[in-house]
């Protein structure tokens, strides 16, 4: 194993910081185990080892037109009769977590 030397300076947001050493220390890991282990797939990879997308945002009822809201309506009553439905909660859930990630 190579002597750890280099050093890494990295700003971050506090309670990022906070929340993700405080995941790392439940489950045992260093920060710099982990910087590390990001180096090393950056360099076994090529490139960043992990999807970097932008998330789509929703599109607005105003923005649509008249045949892209038909379609969407279509699909929803097809889905109904279909019975494939999911519970409110899991909907909302998932919509509070969309919104989480487009506000970022």
Not at 22 to 29: C, D, T, Y
Not at 49 to 69: C, G, N, Q, W, Y
Request: aromatic content about 4%; cysteine-free.
């Amino acid at each position: 194993m190579a002597t750890k030397t280099a050093n890494v300076l990295a700003r971050v947001e506090p309670e990022v910081k906070e929340e993700a050493e405080s995941i790392l220390n439940q489950l045992g890991i260093p920060a710099s185990v982990v910087i590390n282990m990001l180096y090393k797939q950056i360099i076994m990879t090529k490139g960043i080892p992990f999807s970097l997308t932008l998330h789509k945002a929703p599109t607005a009822i105003d923005e649509m037109s008249k045949d892209e809201f038909d379609s969407m309506m279509a699909k929803g009553l097809a889905q109904a009769k279909a019975n494939e439905s999911r519970p409110a909660s899991d909907v909302l859930s998932d919509i509070r977590n969309d919104i989480k990630e487009w506000t970022k």
